[in-house]
C-alpha cells in the first residue's frame, strides 16, 4: 500500500490538465495572467522579445466566471428548507447547530453547499467527505459519545485535483477512494525553509488510512519517505461505503466545458485587437525618396527632403478593427448563450430589432429551468448527506430537503395566495395543511436560524395535534 499510495488514476491523469485550465478560467485575474503564455497563442514566427512584451500586457475578461458565481448565487437567493421531523430533540439540536456550522468552522450548509456547486460547474463535480471527530478512547454510551464529541459529524471540501485515485463497483458506488493534499509547514518562527508534506488518506468502505511523505530528514537522515502514521474505522462504515459523496452535473450543464472554448478564442482576439491599437498609435513614418535615406528620425530631429521627395505615416483604415470587435461582441454574447443566459446575451449580431418583454420572460423562463435542475442536483446531494448522518447517529428523525426552486422574491405573495386558493378547496388532510403553512413559513423566514425554524415547525405541528385548523 505505501509504494502505490501515490499512483494515479487514469481518468484523473487525463483530466489534470483540463481541470488547471477550468480553474485558472474562472479565477480570472493575476492567476490567470501568471498562467498566461498556456493560453496566448503566438503568432507563426514571431520574435520572442514581441511575444514577451504582448505578454507583459495581457488582460482577460472573465464572463465565464461571473456567470458561474451568478448561478450560484441565485440558486442560494433563498436558503432550502431543511425539516427534521422526530420525536428526538436532542438530535433535532444536533441538525440544527449543524446546518449552522457544517465543516467546524462556522460555515453553514448553504454557504458550504454554494461552494459545492461552484465546483460542479467549473469541474463537472464536486466532493464532500463526512469525518466525526477522533477521540482517544471507546464511549461506552450514548451519552458518552455525546460528551466527548465523537459524534459530533462535520463535512470536508474537496476539488477534483485532489481525488487522485479510486475504483467503483458494478452500480458506479465507490469501492475506495485515495484523496492527496499538500501544504507548507514551519517548526519554529527561526525556520527559513517552509518544509512540504503531502498526505494521502485512504478510504474503503469500512476503513481509513492516513499517510504522509515530508521533506524534513529523519532521525536516520532520510527524507521524502512515505509513512503510515494513522488507521482506523470511519464513520460510515456501520453504512458499508466510502464516506465520500459527489455533487454532480450532466455535460449539458457543466457550464464551465461549454464554453471555455470560446472564452480563450475571446481572450486571443482581445489581445490581438488590444496590441493592434496599441501599435496603431505608435505609427511608423514612410519617406517616398529616390535617394538613400539615412536621417535619424525622432522627436528631437528633423528632416530635410528634396524637391520630390514626400513623407508620410502608416496607418490602419480601420477595416480589419471593425470585424474584430464584431466578432469579439459575437463571441461574448455565445459565451452567454450557451450557459442559458440568452436574456443577457443581447440581439444576434446585425440584429437590432428591439427584442419584447414576452421575449426576455421567455428566455429567463429557460434560466429558472436550468436553476431548477441544479436545486434538484444540489437538494439530492444534501439529503444523501444528512440522511447517512442520520443513520450513523441513530437519531430516529426523518430528514427531508426542499426549495431551491423559486428564485424571484417578489413572487411571494402569488405563493399566499396559491396556497389560500390550496386551502379553500377543504381538502380533508391535516397532513397537507400541516406541510402548507410550514412551507409558507420557512420560505418567508429563509434568511432565519435554523433553530427559530424548528422552534416554528414544532410550534405547527402540536397545534395540529391539538385539532385546531
Known sequence: ??????????????????????RDLYAGGEQFKDNA???????????????GERLSRVFYENYIGSIIDWYAATLFRR???ISAEGANDRGRVFFSDFIEDSDRKGTGLS????????????????????DFPRTSHTAASRAEEELLGASRAYLVHYSPEDVINWSRDEHGSFEWVVIRRQHSRKDSVEDQTPILETRWTYYDRETFKVF???????????AGVIELIDEGIHGLAKLNRVPLFELKVSEGMWLMNKSALLQLEHFNKSNALSWALTMGLFAMPVVYSEKTFDQMVGESYFLQL??????GWTEPEGKVFEIAAQNLHRLKDEVYRVCYL?????????????????????????TQEVLRGFGDSVKDAMKRILRAIEFVREDGLQINVAGLDEFDIGDFASEVEDAAKLLAMNIESKTLAKQVYKKLAFKYLCDERQEVKDKIAREIDEWFTRGIE
Do not use: C
Open 342 to 366: 440568452i436574456g443577457q446575451a443581447g440581439p444576434a449580431a446585425g440584429d437590432n430589432r428591439p427584442v419584447s418583454g414576452l421575449a426576455k420572460q421567455r428566455d429567463f423562463a429557460i
Open 212 to 222: 504522509r511523505r515530508s521533506d524534513k530528514k529523519t532521525t536516520d537522515g532520510q
Open 306 to 311: 528634396g524637391p520630390g521627395d514626400r513623407f
Open 111 to 130: 454557504d458550504f453547499f454554494r461552494r459545492q456547486i461552484t465546483d460542479a460547474l467549473v469541474y463537472g463535480v464536486g466532493y464532500t467527505l463526512i
Open 79 to 81: 436558503e432550502p428548507v
Open 1 to 22: 500500500m505505501v509504494t502505490t499510495i501515490d499512483q494515479e488514476h487514469l481518468e484523473f491523469k487525463t483530466k489534470r490538465l483540463l481541470w488547471r485550465r477550468y
Open 37 to 51: 503564455s498556456q493560453y496566448l497563442v503566438a503568432r507563426q514566427k514571431e520574435p520572442g522579445d514581441v511575444y
